[in-house]
């Protein structure tokens, strides 16, 4: 199962119990996806699909739900 835990426009942060025990978060899109790394600091992990521009935008949205 993988919750969803921020929607911003067309854009969904969600992560999946299990999968691995670094913290991070996958934000789906659709023109695609990426996982960021939470810790020790916001870090994009991969990503398929997304353009510069959007993949910027994901960024910044995982960076303001940090706080």
Not at 23 to 35: D, L, N, Q, R, Y
């Amino acid at each position: 199962m993988a919750p969803t835990v921020v929607r911003d426009g067309s854009y969904r942060l969600f992560f999946f119990s299990r999968e691995e025990p670094r913290m991070h978060i996958h934000v789906a899109h659709p023109h695609g996806e990426a996982k960021f790394c939470l810790q020790p600091s916001l870090t994009l992990a991969n990503h398929t699909g997304l353009s510069k521009q959007e993949l910027a935008y994901a960024e910044r949205i995982v960076a303001r739900h940090l706080q």
